[in-house]
């Protein structure tokens, strides 16, 4: 799945590309593409893209009104421009009298450019989503399989400064319970969004913004192995499993490392390693003319099982779980010992 360095380095790109350009229509290509109601998308026809930013593993593509399109208001049928004369976003300046189209890529998903002149089929293979623009530049959401669980959230105003503020608070879910005959906690989640009408409640710090201080505090709320710790978009948000391998490689600290036991110098290494990670990544993301694969991101032990480790020379290790792997130098990160391939190893510390 894409993390902070691919998603802002992909706002970045569609940004340099599109920002300015007058949004023309709209539409969706799948019932399951959007995922709230009102405002309704086509209230931004009409309106320039003003800025494509990034929360998150979120994309944030805010229009906004201007003089010569300004926001509709009114009772009656949609006007000239395809947007709705109810119900959409106020011109009060309350809200900054925008839009931002919040796209979560999950792990498969894109959001691809379309090129003036591109053939457009009606029904794109994995087509979800699709924004056409005055001049004839075109951003597709796609998402292959069966399962679409990438989306887009409609949420009015800017979401720049604090996303959390466009929808009032919904009711956090409760703490996944541990399971009490096997000690074992449930496994954190990095893919699903919030189900919520924001998908910004109950998200954590973006993971780059947290300080020492701020995760030693984390870290005493939050029990749990580091890797699960450093995954749970509810206490830090934008990482993954690339990136927790990465960073826990990094931080030379066990994946399994209880984050109630680790004292402030290890909460410090954590944060070393996840701005030196992330700022890695998004160097190299910056070099290439659209988002990676996951095989060509950057990586000393994640996917590398068998792999000598580029740091100690030990071989890359892995404990391996039904969907994904953690990978693990146990020369780096464990004092040479070997973790058992299972949830319940010994050699949690």
């Not at 457009?120 to 004839?136: I, K, Y």
Request: net charge negative; charged share 25%; aromatic share 4%.
């Amino acid at each position: 799945m894409p993390e902070i360095p691919e998603i802002r380095a992909h706002a970045e790109r569609l940004e340099a590309l599109a920002a300015g350009e007058v949004l023309k229509r709209v539409e969706p290509l799948s019932f399951t593409a959007f995922k709230t109601a009102s405002p309704p998308p086509s209230d931004a026809v009409g309106w320039p893209l003003c800025s494509v930013g990034q929360r998150a593993k979120y994309l944030l593509l805010r229009f906004a009104p201007t003089p010569e399109a300004p926001v509709a208001s009114g009772e009656g049928a949609d006007d000239a421009t395809g947007r709705s004369g109810a119900g959409g976003a106020s011109g009060d300046g309350e809200d900054g009298g925008g839009l931002t189209f919040v796209v979560h890529l999950m792990q498969g998903g894109r959001l691809r450019v379309l090129k003036p002149g591109a053939k457009r089929p009606r029904r794109p293979r994995d087509g979800l989503v699709r924004f056409e623009f005055e001049s004839g530049l075109g951003l597709l959401l796609t998402e292959p399989g069966t399962q679409k669980r990438a989306g887009v959230w409609v949420l009015a105003g800017d979401l720049a400064a604090d996303p959390s503020s466009a929808d009032p608070p919904a009711t956090p879910e409760p703490e996944p319970a541990t399971d009490r005959s096997t000690g074992v906690e449930p496994e954190a989640t990095d893919a699903t969004p919030p189900a919520t009408t924001n998908p910004f409640i109950g998200l954590g710090p973006e993971a780059t913004d947290v300080d020492p201080a701020h995760m030693a505090e984390l870290m005493a709320a939050h029990s749990a192995r580091l890797h699960n710790f450093l995954r749970d978009q509810r206490v830090i948000s934008g990482l993954g499993r690339r990136m927790a391998n990465e960073i826990c490689h990094r931080a030379k600290l066990s994946p399994f490392a209880s984050t109630a036991k680790l004292d402030a110098d290890a909460g410090s290494r954590v944060v070393a390693a996840i701005g030196a990670v992330v700022d890695e990544s998004l160097t190299a993301e910056r070099q290439l003319a659209q988002m990676s694969r996951s095989a060509e991101r950057p990586s000393a032990v994640h996917a590398r099982t068998g792999q000598l480790c580029p740091v100690c020379g030990d071989v890359v290790r892995a404990v391996e779980y039904r969907d994904y792997s953690v990978n693990y130098c146990a020369g780096c990160q464990t004092g040479g010992r070997v973790l058992a391939d299972n949830t319940t190893s010994k050699f949690l510390r």
